[in-house]
């Protein structure tokens, strides 16, 4: 990440961090006391007190404390928080805190800044993909709001397809627990991208969760909404997933976003039921976020839809829709559009049981 001459200036990038400490004849442990602080959620190094004052000043001069600089923050009504960062290179990125009643603080984090997959119902995927991030401007999204409060679960599920970029997204990952967000309160979420999936089921040991978008119980269907199934079709990535649950012992999450007349009829909830062992997946109904081109299900459609997968046994809960009051909530994350009639796959027309409750 350094931008001129062998390594000057650097962001605060750990290994770059360690280098630049070394050059300048600091003790190892430095690096590690600096990230400390950091990962508690100090606002700067002139918070780090068993650093020297000469060596905070330093590093204050010298060393930026983050590659982002904070373009926009809005918060919601119901407390979620939305920041709009941009990398040095003048990349977008979004990430999102959401507080819940129950105390929980959890972050939706980005892994691209745009996205190269067109999901027809996804906003990022209207907006032109920039790059993989780094491993430190995934973690520097999470510090972000750690200076605000201390926070307890992430989500790969801001921008970007993480399996696109595993291994920044598992250097950063590995990391959170630093934060105070452990491995099982961290779920990396997927179209199904096999190449990363299958990687993930083979090397992941840690116990990372693991979340698959399906929106769809065909292949004909998946395909019309996620284009990405004609390269890796349902049975295909389901197979990888099962074999997530013999290899590891964990369940899989199945996102399924629940769109107007296009896959929440009973008819697609029981194909979806057939096609998910119960022993290994657990389903999560996502309430459409508008972005353009579909309706939300209606609360009844989504009701009906929980109960034949209830009737199967096949575990099932609805998301609770944040921040949708300030594009925050799911699949709502993007600048820039490119405008989404130049992309689109083929027509998909849908207009029936509008319920914006
Ligand atoms: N690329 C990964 C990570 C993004 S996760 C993935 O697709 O899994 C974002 C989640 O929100 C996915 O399940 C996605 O399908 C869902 N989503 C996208 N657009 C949405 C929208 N407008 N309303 C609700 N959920 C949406």
Redesign the pocket.
Known sequence: MARSGPGYPVDMDLSLLDDFLASRGEPAYRGAQVWEWTARGAAGYEAMTNLPARLRETLAAEVPFSTFVVETQRESRDGTVKTLFRTHDGHPVEAVLMRYRDGRRSLCLSSQSG?P?T?T????GAMAFGRNLTPWEILDQALHFRRVEAVDHAV???M???MLNLDNVLAAARRLPDLGITHRRTTI???GWLPGLTRFVDEVEEPIRL?L?L?APTDELRSRIMPVNERYPLEDVLAECRRHYELRGRKVFV?Y?MLAGVNDSRDDARRLARLLDRKVFKVNL??????GMYDRSSRGAIAAFKSVLDAARVPATVRLTRGRDIEA????LATAPRGRLDRLPQPVAVTQGVDRG
């Open positions: 996205c997959l999901c119902f996804c906003a990022t790969f599920m801001g970007g397809e993480p979420s997927t179209v979340a978008s929106h996102e976003v996502i309430p459409y976020n508008p972005t909530a799911c699949g709502q």
